[in-house]
């Protein structure tokens, strides 16, 4: 599965056919993506492959770890290595042919916005759950 950014400069290939996918509802990802979440998925390092671009991508990290990789030509945000793990966060939004995808987690649904209406399926988290149970429910199909 591919995924690019706006203008096509960024590219990027996953190795996992169909990730479970999650919803952020924090503020900051409201801000990021200028809507209710951002939704996106944790993907294994070695599943993960750029193709092209990564010369085009610029970074902002805030003092507590929140990273926005993104496309310096169109602004479009890119995949980017989850902190020190070995994975990769991956905008949902970039993948390309991607067939049918589940959104199976939803994070700091007690930051969303007021207009935001929740879907009654999935796991939801008033914050957010450590990393590794973040990523068991991820896993868990």
């Known amino acids: 599965m591919r995924g690019r950014c706006l203008c ?29 979440s951002n939704t996106a998925a944790i993907i294994r390092a070695e599943h993960f492959r750029w193709i092209a671009g990564q010369e085009v991508i610029s970074s902002w990290i805030k003092d507590t770890g929140f990273r926005s990789d ?16 070995p994975y990769y966060w991956v905008p949902a939004g970039l993948l390309e042919e991607a067939g049918p ?14 207009w935001d209406v929740l879907p009654p399926t999935g796991t939801q988290y008033e914050t957010s759950p450590g990393l590794l149970e973040f990523i068991r429910q991820l896993q868990s199909q």
């Open 8 to 36: 096509g400069r960024v590219v990027f290939e996953l190795g996992e056919t169909r990730p479970r996918l999650y919803q952020c509802h924090c503020t900051l990802c409201q801000k990021q993506g200028g809507s209710t």
């Open 70 to 85: 993104f496309c310096s030509s169109c602004g479009s945000p890119v995949p980017n290595p989850l902190r020190n793990t």
């Open 101 to 114: 995808l589940e959104v199976g987690v939803h994070v700091f649904v007690g930051s969303k916005a007021h």
